[in-house]
């Protein structure tokens, strides 16, 4: 049983109070994780001060704005700023001065040999070091790789401070949910005590907590993610093969995913999974491997299935433009999302953006709609999205269009009325849907090509 405090419902109208157990909390960084953390933590009663490096968030923030697209989280911030429970300021060592506990909620990105880059994690515990109460409590939340929580103490140098790994498993578009409501807590530490510490601040939450060494806690993290990146791979190789064989890949998941030991979650046929966590994670999990001698090649193959996957869209997006040598030039396509997976803004490592900088590459033009870029393009956003028409009516990708194709699976785009994104197209057209959201059938009805992933 979740604690009934933690609905999306209940964040709506109350900040979940536990003044007798409140502890002053720090989170460097206010990314998806770091606000998210923040936010909840809040949310829950602690004391939470946000420190970022990023001038526009933290403006944006303390305007009551919130940088990212998140659902339920603008509930929890202005809540609990409203209670005087969250803070944000600018950069980490003015975040962290009072506070017991602090969390690195820093960027770490993929280095050039497919490991993890720890320079943000580094700069951020060096400039933290010589501001820390004595006795405090660092959290390494960012997905970091085995010997990390060494690392940071070696940066630290402070013998009165413990670091401890607590890796975040939420999801980008169920954050807050997530975060509220998880399925475990992993906490690794060489420290009992600062992991009770740790512990202590999830105690109104429902959840098991595990405790481990920091290795442990940072191979699950890499494990995890490795995973469910495998599902998502395995299922895109069944769909191939539905594909081959003429089977229906939803009749195959059903019949598969019903197995209580394989279970449903995570079989959904795609163009390949992307975001800012599975690419990043799975080559660094690899590499930790390779690192200490062990090849990991069953994740090699997922990577690589991955990479088919996308080429396996373009591919299908090429054959509906009817130009079989791969040469797009003069094709129109008509793209329907740009996000990495729907309820996010995110687009790292977005499968819409890599398949559309393929199709460009081979000399198309492209006209693309996503429910998160119709008002004014934040300046990531104009940067990554440079070169694509972005328009700001789904339907408006149709107008002349020579392929359409369904890149992410907004809600709104199962609801878009065929007829109308028919009728914008000057002859009838393929819709390659990527996400397998559309029905087959009421597209054809609607005088459209289908083509989805491993049915027909
Ligand atoms: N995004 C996810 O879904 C997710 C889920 C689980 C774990 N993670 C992990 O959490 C970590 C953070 O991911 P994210 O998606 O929140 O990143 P993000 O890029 O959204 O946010 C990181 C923030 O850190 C700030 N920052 C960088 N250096 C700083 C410093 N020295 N002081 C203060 N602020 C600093 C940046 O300005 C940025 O706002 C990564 O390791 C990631 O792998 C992410």
């Known amino acids: 049983m979740r604690n009934s405090c933690f609905s999306l419902e209940d964040v709506t109208d ?24 923040g936010a909840c933590f809040a949310h829950v009663g602690h004391h939470v001060v946000c420190g970022d490096i990023d001038e526009r968030k933290v403006a944006l923030l303390n305007d009551g704005h919130i940088p990212i697209v998140e659902e339920g989280l603008e509930a929890i911030v202005n809540q609990s700023r409203a209670a005087g429970l969250l803070e944000f300021v600018l950069g980490a060592e003015a975040a962290v001065a009072d506070a017991d506990i602090v969390f690195l909620c820093v960027p770490t990105p993929q280095g050039d040999d497919g490991s993890a880059d720890l320079s943000y994690i580094q700069q951020a515990a060096a400039q933290i070091a010589p501001v820390l109460k004595p006795g405090a409590v660092v959290v390494n939340k960012s997905t970091v790789p085995v010997g990390s929580t060494v690392a940071v103490e070696r940066v630290l140098q402070r013998d009165d401070v413990f670091v401890v790994s607590n890796p975040e498993f939420l999801r980008e578009g169920t954050a807050v949910h997530d975060f509220l409501n998880p399925d475990r807590v992993v906490i690794g530490s060489a420290d009992r005590a600062a992991a009770e510490r740790v512990a202590e601040l999830y105690a109104t939450i429902d959840t098991p907590i595990l405790i481990t060494d920091p290795a442990s806690a940072e191979t699950i993290k890499y494990a995890a993610n490795g995973f469910l990146a495998m599902k998502i791979s395995f299922v895109n190789a069944v769909a191939a093969m539905c594909e081959a064989v003429g089977a229906d890949v939803a009749a195959v998941v059903d019949g598969i995913g019903s197995d209580q030991r394989i279970g449903g979650q995570f079989l959904r ?9 599975f690419p990043k994670d799975s080559r660094a999990l690899v590499k930790i491997a390779e690192d200490h001698g062990y090849n990991f090649s069953m994740m090699r193959g997922v990577i690589d299935v991955n990479d088919e996957q996308l080429e396996r869209m373009i591919a299908k997006i090429v054959a509906a433009a009817g130009r079989v040598g791969g040469d797009l030039t003069g094709v129109a396509v008509g793209a329907l999302g740009l996000t990495f997976k729907a309820g996010t803004d995110d687009l790292r490592e977005s499968p819409a953006l890599a398949i559309i900088a ?4 081979l000399g198309a033009t492209v006209r693309a709609y996503d429910p998160t870029t119709v008002g004014e393009l934040t300046p990531h956003q104009a940067v990554v999205l440079d070169g694509i028409e972005v328009v700001t009516r789904a339907l408006d990708v149709a107008d002349g269009a020579d392929v359409l194709a369904v890149f992410t699976e907004w809600p709104e785009f199962s609801k878009i009325d065929l007829d109308q994104l028919a009728a914008r197209v000057d002859r009838p057209v393929t819709v390659v849907d990527t996400r397998n959201l559309l029905d087959p059938v009421l ?5 459209l090509e289908y083509d989805g992933v491993g049915r027909r």
């Open 14 to 37: 109350s900040v979940c109070g536990m003044p007798d157990r409140r502890v002053r909390l720090a989170v460097v960084g206010t990314g998806y994780v770091g606000l998210t953390t």
């Open 269 to 277: 046929p795609g163009p390949g999974w992307g975001g800012s966590c």
């Open 358 to 361: 393929e199709l460009r590459q």
């Open 443 to 447: 597209v054809r009805e609607a005088g």
